[in-house]
């Protein structure tokens, strides 16, 4: 028998802040079990095209657009379909070595931002440069960096825009990087943003490096881990989304600071704290393991216009024995509910789906692989046991 808790969506205790997103009162009162169907009106799903040309490998990502989705995976060109129907369009670009060839990491991933307003899709290059393809599939050019901007493409996240790329360095190694920066994209000047001063990673004390691939969901992206000396460690999810547009506005969330600031070329201004209570995790100490599972470490945000939707772990070094979490702050109504675990249950299919992005019109989505369908799913989606993964679009 299946055991569920309704879910409340429950709200600050005394004054209630504005600007405040009380994560410590909703994990007081967390919930076991969450269906879709309390947070949302309607849960779509999108079956994947799968013949010859098609076929999605491992490790899959998604960007969900206006008319289209793209999915990346492990040794694979990034692929197109409709957005309406699943179909496949056409691949966007190719991996390789030739002057119009995208550049793939050891594991055979593929690093990609997309201009949702000129179509263009920017592709990370192999001499730290983006190769620009369009949604027709043809070649758009190349934007290289002017010598010394001190700008390492492969450590930080990106979120472009029509007239300018915005970075946030993942990998704090040298003070000649500022945390975050943007790129005029007609004069590819460089403009550094006044933000915190973070601590270097201490890299002549690292011990032995590892990485967990495909944890979009548990990570916000695959993640890196640092052993360092004197029991401490570090991980990092360079693709996490921690750059997003709402509305006008840019928002950046920095790991192991509990605020979400507004971004403009002038600098940050605070948008939303995390008030987390004794589960604060002081940015001094974040390579600490001792002590750690008494601490909460925000992974990534996602935001929309009902919903901030947060990510976290308590116990972040602790592997096997750390918790995932997510919550959801209710931008209408300032209320927070915070569930154990990250998966939700459509109690209409039963079936357990987990939220990995924002779509560009606001809606959450999720993927599914064939193997996590039972059989009658399958049969209802009109799919084959090896077929392509699944959208879906939470509304």
Request: net charge negative; with cysteine; hydrophobic share 35%.
């Amino acid at each position: 028998m299946l055991y569920v808790i309704i879910p409340i969506m429950i709200s600050c205790s005394g004054s209630r802040d504005k600007d405040t997103i009380n994560v410590a009162e909703g994990m007081n009162k967390l919930v076991e079990e969450l269906f879709v169907q309390n947070v949302f009106s309607d849960i779509e799903y999108i079956p994947l095209e799968t013949n010859n040309l098609s076929l999605v490998g491992q490790c899959p990502e998604i960007a969900v657009l206006d008319s289209v989705i793209l999915i990346s995976s492990a040794n694979q060109n990034l692929k197109l379909f409709d957005r309406i129907t699943g179909r496949y369009i056409r691949d966007i670009g190719h991996v390789g070595t030739d002057p119009e060839g995208y550049a793939k990491d050891s594991w055979g991933k593929i690093n990609y931002w997309i201009d949702n307003v000129r179509k263009i899709v920017y592709f990370l290059g192999w001499h730290n440069d983006f190769l620009l393809y369009g949604f027709d599939g043809n070649y758009k050019g190349k934007v290289q960096l002017p010598d010394g901007t001190c700008c390492n493409l492969s450590q930080n996240f990106f979120l472009i825009d029509s007239n300018k790329i915005w970075g946030h360095n993942k990998l704090k190694l040298s003070q000649e990087m500022p945390s975050v920066f943007c790129i005029d994209k007609s004069t590819m000047s460089l403009a550094k943003i006044t933000t915190w001063n973070s601590a270097l990673l201490p890299v002549d004390e690292v011990q032995s490096v590892s990485t967990i691939l495909g944890g979009y969901v548990p990570y916000g992206g695959d993640l890196t881990m640092a052993t360092i000396a004197g029991d401490r460690k570090s991980y990092v999810a360079v693709n996490s989304p921690s750059l997003w547009i709402i509305g006008d506005t840019i928002k950046v969330k920095q790991a192991f600071n509990d605020t979400i600031y507004t971004v403009s070329e002038k600098g940050l201004t605070p948008y939303k704290v995390f008030e987390l209570g004794k589960w604060h995790w002081d940015e001094e100490r974040q390579l600490e393991v001792s002590g750690c599972e008494k601490k909460i470490a925000v992974d990534y945000v996602l935001e929309n216009v009902q919903y901030i939707y947060f990510h976290f772990h308590t116990g972040l070094y602790k592997d096997k024995n750390s918790l995932s979490y997510c919550g959801f702050y209710d931008k209408k109504t300032e209320n927070v509910l915070v569930l154990k675990g990250d998966s939700l249950l459509d109690k209409e299919a039963n079936q357990h789906i987990q939220i990995r992005g924002v779509s560009s019109d606001g809606s959450f989505i999720g993927l599914l692989q064939t193997d996590e369908l039972s059989k009658k799913n399958l049969s209802r989606m009109g799919v084959k046991e090896d077929a392509n993964p699944i959208v879906a679009i939470f509304r």
